[in-house]
Structure formats: structure tokens, C-alpha cells
């Protein structure tokens, strides 16, 4: 099968146009056999060791040209060069490769140029190159009158290719990793070199017989090579890389990357957002596989190790809190007893004392006693492999769905795997013979099963053993290894996987499930992988670019041909992590990868808008005028001096009006329209203004809040009583309540991710489903649960626990059974209290107002966004007060205007009352005078229905009711201020 190529692809031209239209002006060189005969024609110049480029056009030539192309590619316009290097940026997937191979021949035919050097950082991007140029070689023939060009990888074994690469005057590709020439790039001249020195430099720095007693090095720097960087971000990392880069002696350096750390004279952007507008590259939809919490066994994680302040270990535990278990990250050093650490959880009651940590890179490790051991990322007690066992089922259900879905339409469904342990998916046995390892019995597993479903029978005509293989890095005795991906023994494994690149389309061939090690999936680019699942146990989990950049390349059908159906082309990733968390880890990296801000509105959004002229004729904005836009809408408070979108910006508002001036009126729609663009409603953006709310001391020293203070001050406390009999009978009706106990169970939900201007959304959900795990094998102790929650007796317990009749579902999920019974015990009990409760105030005991003018002094800094700002200034604390709810503001405002209201407050949050079942803080104190001076306190509320208030704010707003009888204090709920008699 050939691979095809579609040379009208205007995204790529465009990219290829921008590099070119740089050198606008420059001649183009005369044929090669005049070339030849002189020294300087056009683009070549000759010098005794060979032909080189050479431009002849100066920087400010260069420097316009860059600004035009800057303007026509909607990017902000420089001021001045930053050299001659020039950056073009490319999501990954959208033909990179095949862009600067092909502004190669474009340069060479425009302006005669035909030296060039690629350089890049790694093996693996090495392999993909040369596949690439393998690939498109009879592509590039065709577009560019069969062009003779040679293009070889630079070894030092074959020096004849250095000189060949200067003296030849045909178009001459170099492919070199940075490794090759960058190690002994020297920090002092060769002529300050003494002879031991020189004798240490690489055979490319060094003098050399077969080259005349030249340096090869001397012979590329005469050819004035094209430098083109690969991924610089990873090429010229250091100083010492960049000195090498600069020693090539290149012409012009032209970088391409999907995330350049540094764009020199950027002039063409193609980023993940207009990559997904221009459907350039698969849609990315999320199965996140989720356990419920299953706080049944002793679980453990370990999640770093660090040695920089003695040696210690970050662990994730299961710690008690005061509504149940809850996963907990801590830190932990020898000898500390996670019994302790969890708030003594049972399960921790034995062997888990913390006996050795070690903190050596690669091969860290935690160590308890009784001999439990885990590695970095490893976990126990958790449902860790319950999770793994759920990635790989849907995977293979996925990819059935999608073989089902493609069927007969030509295009081969592949699935990728990524591991961290050759041996989870292929064992080594003692007699020389293989066998799977977990991962792989469980893929069989699942493939087996669900193949034999009617819906699925019969789509893959291959046995279950043909369909799955490992590519993996082997020792010496051809056995597969886990490595770090940048060895010597990758480099076969690369060749490998870039060799099998067009077998693996070949629907004929079984092969379907690749499973690969996860250090080597920088070599991973094959357009028809539809499905992508990372198991990994003991390392940390890659970046998510990194991890569906394997699969973002539009597919390929039987005839080599893209694919642009976009219900055809979606990728997969099946996670363990929630779809939210993988959205905003996916937008956090966009962020980072590529200066990208979502939900900004940049100063030349606008450049773009057209505008009519008087006489009718349309053009752009442009950039100058985009600029003075921007301006104007910060000005007038829209946008924020960093392009965030303000509150005052609200479209939605049937009373809002855009204010611009004149120059821009008739754009208002447009304008609107532009930003809307980046607005963004699962966004969460930190745009707020603050406030320090200012004290009033008068208002403090008043009668009136001295006469109200007087009165609500008062500190109480409570008793209560109960009969126990009373207690078991309520918490059994309670317990029979509860719905039935379930195993704890792995959930999947698919949910389509969508990359816009304003952010990373996966909101859209396309389908769900939940596995049941297996059963607890060790039983925790009940009854010493339930005492530690309730605080009753072991016989009470004993007695609810027989008489309940659901004892049995304690085995089905443990934790679950216990959280239920205990919650439902609790309030049981806290009803009965609640009926027995009285409270009496407490000598000498009564909030201090001096706490509220201490709290001034100190600042207190709020949201303008839940202010109310108080009109009438004598009569509260302070000139806002901070509402909660819509309630609460109107109630804030009526208050403020009514007459007859003196002075309100309130009540600041330490302002709490006690109660069983935690503490509770009042909303308003306020004073009322007509006839006489009255003192309220009230709590505001939506509904006075108290069977639509939660059951503890009811139990709460109860006992403040008594709190505040036993004080004479008039306490109520209300709506809204009309119902307080006056």
C-alpha cells in the first residue's frame, strides 16, 4: 500500500508560502552548468571546498517581508528581525514533515538554493524522517519536474557523504541528530586546544586525512547550509547546542515545532484550536474509567520520593475524616505508622510502619514492615487493576464499535497500547517459551468475549492470537525489555515501528492491537490509530498532548487516501482519570505548549473584521487599527489590561449597548461577535476585581449597635435527653431505608472533548456504563467502626446490627454497609437530641465586638461580584455587605432603605452557635424603631417550606431558635423583610 498525498492542501501551502515569501527579492540562480563556471550567481556562491547557498537580500528587505506575511497569517507584527531564523508553528498531525520537505523544493525552485540540513533530537523523529522522505519521494518528483536530490543521515563512518554534500551541485538533505555534533562543541577556539584535547572531539571536529586534512565540519560550513530544526524546543535546549547549531555556519535557520519555546520571527501558526476548526485532525473523545470509592482493603500509593530535606516519601492513604474515608496525600518518612496517619482506619492496624524509603532516581521505592514493598506510581487496596482490567475491555470494545461502523468502507481500525512493563503483557518462561502477563490475558480475555457477541461476530475474520503483537526493545538474547526510550536498542525498535507503517494500514494483515512500551511512544505517529489506552503502574502519567498526538492524524482508506469524514474520523482515549480532569489538564498544557490563553481576546483579534469604506470598497481592519479597538474596549471597561473578558461585556443583557467610537460603530455586531468567541461557559477564570471593605467606627460606638450587641452577645450551652430504646427503634426504621448495598463498581463514560478560542470543554457526554469489581476477601471490624462514629455502646450497636436484618450486605461492600448504618445511626440520634435539647446561657461567656474592628484593621478583601454596596452609610458596619444569594441581596438592599430600620448587620462568621450536629452561623442582627426600639435576628431563605431545606439546615436554624429563646432574642425564618412586623 502507497501512501497518497494531496499537494492542494491550503493550510500547508500557506505554511510553505510563508517561509518562502521571507526571501521576496532574492534572484534566483541561473542553471547549474553556469553555476558552475562562475563564483557568485544568484543563490550559489563557489569556494574551493564546494557550492553553497547564499542570500544576497538584506535584513530590512527581510524584515518587510516578514511583516506582510505577519499581517496576511494573523500574527502580531514584529518590530525588528530577532536574526535569520524563522519559526513556523504546526499542531502535531497536521503534515509538518511534508511542509518543510516540501519548502525545500520550493526554495530550490524559487531560488535556486540546495543545501540543507535537518537536525533533530531524537532517534525516533530521525526514523520518522527518513520514512517520510521515503514516502513522498515519487510525490515531490512529481510536483517538481522530477528534481534530481540526495539525501542521506550523516554518519561519521561515511565522510565521502560530507564532501559529496558540498560539492554537489543537485539538492543535498543532511538528516543529523544534535547528538552528533554538539557533545564536544568547544567553549574555546581549536587553535587554544592542546593536542590531547583535540584528539577527544568528535569526527566531525576533527582533522581528517580523507578530507585533505580538513575537518569535515570545514566542508558543511562552506556549503552555507538551510538549517532546519525538527522540534527545537528539543534541538537547541542549551548553549552548547545553539553554539553547534551556529558552527553549521547556516544561511538561515528555519524552525518548525507544534510547541516552540521560542517563535523567532514567527510566520505561520497553526494551533490546536484552528487545527479542530479547520477539522484538520481527528475529534478527541474521553472514556474515563473511574472506580467508586472502595475504602474496603489498606490502600497505599506512592507518589514521589525526596531526599532534599532528609528522605521522605509523598503517599496517598484512606484517612477518616468527619464524613468517612477520603483519599489523602501526605507525607511520610521512616518509621511513621499509617495506623496513626489515617486517624487509626483498622485496615492500617497492621504492617504498615514506614521501614525504608529510597530516593534513587529510576528506582525508587517505599518499603513497610511485614515485607510489603511498592515502586514509584504502584498501588495496593485500591482498585488499581480493577481499573486497568476496564481500560483495556473498553479499548477493544471501542475498536470493535469502530470496525462495525467502517465496515466495507476500506479503512483499517488500529488500537494502541502503551505499558510500563513488557512483562504485564508478555512473559519470559524458564524453557525459553512465551507467555502472556496480565494485560495480556486480560485483552484476550475481553476480546474473546465480546466477539462472540452477535453484533461483533464475524467483523475480524482472525484469531484472537493474530490480531495483538508487542513492539518492544530486546536484550542480546531477543527478548523484549522495558528501556527509556532514548537507548541504542530503541533504534531498531523505531525502525521497526516506521517500516511497519504502511503494513499496518493493510487491512489484510491481522494485526490490529499494537501494544508498545510507553518510553517509546515518541516514535508512534500511524494515522488509523482509532484507539488510545495507556496502562501504566509504576510511572507517572505523560502529558496528555504527548499522548494523543499518536492518534490526531486525519485516517487513511485502502487506496492511501485521507479520509476527511468527520464522523469517521474520531479519536479515543481511554483514561483513568474523570473527562473534567482530563479537559482541564489537556487546556492547562495548550496553555503552557503554546502561549495560548484561552478566553483572552488579543490585540489583533480585530485585524480580520472589514470594514466599508464611503465609496463602497470593503478591506481588512488590519493590525494598527485592531490595536486602537482593543484599547478603546479596555478603556471602556470590557476587557481588562491583559484581554480577559470583564463583566460589563454581556450581550445577553436586552439593555446592552457596545460603546465605541465613531471609526468602529458600524463594526458593533462584529466586534461583539469576535469576543463572544472567547467566551467560554465551563471557563473557570480568576477576572474578579476585589475590594477591602472599609470599617465605620461611628457606627459601632452608636446606641443603637451597643444596645444590639447588648442583646445577641450571650454565649450558651446545650443538654440533651434520650432513652436508648427510643434510639434503636428510630435507627432501625432509618436502616431499612437505605437503598441496597452494592459491590463497589468501575464506571466508564464517553464523553467528546471540544477545543475552541475560550477553552477545553468535555461536557458533552455520548455514553455510560458500570463494571462490578470483586468481592472483599478481609472483613473489617464493624462494631469498632460504628462505636468511633456514633460514640455508643458495643451492645446498642451489637443490638441494631442483629435486628436490622441487612447484615448479610455487609459482605457485598463493606465500607459502603458501614458509612450507611453509620450515617443513618447518627441521625437517628440526632433527631432524639434535637427534640431533648435545651440550651441556658452561660455566665460571663459572649462574643466580642472588639473582634470585628480587630478583623478591619487586619483588611477584609471581598469579590465586588457578591457585594451590596449600602447607601445610607450610618447605618451598618461597613460600606458593603457580602451576599450569598439573590434572597440575600434584595433583602441587604430593602433593609438599607427602609426607614424604619435603624442599623443592621451581618453576622460576621465566627459568629457561631453549638449544636450536635456542628455549628451554626445566624444571617442578620438588625433594629427597628416606630413606636419603640425592636431587636431581630433573622435567617434568610428561598422558601419558608422547610421540606425543601436540607434536614440538617433545618436541624440547625431549629436549635438556634431555642439558642436564641433562652436569650430573649425574636429569632425567625424569612423570605423577605416585608414579613418582619415592624
Sequence with gaps: MKLKFDPSLQ?????????????????????????????????????????????????????????????????????????????????????????????????????????????????????????????????????????????????????GKVRQFATSNQIQIMVINIQSFQKDVADKDLSEMTEDELKKLNVINRENDRMSGRRPIEFIQAACPIVLLDEPQSVDTTDKSRRAIANLNPMVTLRYSATHRNPYNLVYKLDPVKAYDLRLVKRIEVASIRSDDNFNDAYVKLLKTDNKNGIKAQIEIHKEGTSGPKATKLWVKQGDDLFVKSDE????????????????????????????????????????????KAQVWETVEQHLRKERALNGKGIKVLSLFFIDRVANYR???????????????????????????????GLIPFDVAEVHNGYFSQDKQGRAKDTRGNTVDDDDTYSLIMRDKERLLDPNVALRFIFSHSALREGWDNPNVFQICTLNESQSVERKRQEIGRGLRLPVNADGERVHDETVNRLTVIANESYEDFARTLQTEFEED???????????????????????????????????????LVAKGYLNATGDILAKFDPKNPHFKLEVSGEFAALAPEIIDEVNRKLFKNRIVNVREEHTLKFRKEVQLSLEFQALWEKIKHRTRYRVTFATADLVERALARIKQIEPIKAARVATTVVEVEITDAGVAADKQISSRVRETQQVKVLPDILAFLQKETELTRHTLAEILKRSGRLAEFKINPQAFMAGVAKEISRALHDLMLEGIRYEKVAGQHWEMSRIEQEAEEGIVRYLGNLYEVQNREKALFDAIVYDSEVERQFARDLDHNENVKLFVKLPSWFKIDTPIGTYNPDWAFVTERDEKLYFVRETKGTLDSEERRTKENQKIACGRKHFDSIGVDFAVITSLSEVAM
Excluded at 556562491?45 to 524584515?63: K, M, R, S, Y
Excluded at 495480556?440 to 474473546?448: H, I, S, V
Excluded at 493590525?623 to 486602537?628: C, G, T, Y
Aim: proline share 2%.
Design 11 to 159: 493550510y500547508q501551502q500557506d505554511a510553505v508560502n510563508a517561509v518562502v515569501g521571507a526571501f521576496e527579492g532574492q534572484p534566483f540562480v541561473q542553471t547549474g552548468a553556469m553555476a558552475m563556471q562562475a563564483l557568485q550567481i544568484g543563490g550559489l556562491f563557489q569556494t574551493e571546498l564546494g557550492l553553497g547557498n547564499q542570500l544576497t537580500i538584506g535584513d530590512d528587505q527581510i524584515l518587510a517581508n516578514i511583516q506582510t506575511i505577519q499581517e496576511a497569517n494573523e500574527i502580531e507584527k514584529i518590530a525588528e528581525l530577532a536574526g535569520r531564523e524563522f519559526s513556523v508553528e504546526m499542531e502535531t498531525g497536521t503534515g509538518k514533515t511534508y511542509v518543510y520537505l516540501r519548502t525545500i523544493f520550493e526554495l530550490n525552485k524559487t531560488y535556486g538554493f540546495k543545501k540543507f540540513i535537518i537536525v533533530v533530537p531524537s532517534v525516533a523523529i530521525r526514523e520518522g524522517v527518513l520514512k517520510s522522505i521515503d514516502v513522498t519521494k515519487e510525490h515531490f518528483h512529481t510536483l517538481f519536474d522530477n528534481v534530481p536530490f540526495d539525501h542521506f543521515v550523516y554518519d561519521s563512518k561515511r565522510l
Design 345 to 388: 482506619r483498622d485496615a492500617y492496624h497492621d504492617g504498615y510502619i514506614v521501614q525504608n524509603i529510597d530516593c534513587t532516581p529510576g528506582a525508587e521505592y517505599i518499603e513497610f514492615n511485614q515485607g510489603r514493598f511498592l515502586e514509584l506510581g504502584q498501588e495496593v487496596g485500591g482498585l488499581g487493576e480493577d481499573v486497568m
Design 427 to 457: 512473559v519470559y518462561n524458564e524453557d525459553g517459551s512465551t507467555s502472556l502477563g496480565k494485560i495480556g490475558r486480560w485483552f484476550e480475555e475481553a476480546y474473546k468475549e465480546l466477539t462472540a457477541k452477535p453484533i461483533y461476530k
Design 594 to 632: 503554546f502561549g495560548i490563553k484561552f478566553g483572552r481576546v488579543e490585540k489583533i483579534a480585530f485585524a480580520k473584521l472589514i470594514q466599508r469604506a464611503p465609496d463602497g470598497s470593503e478591506k481588512a481592519l488590519g493590525q494598527d487599527a485592531s490595536v486602537k479597538l482593543w484599547g478603546e
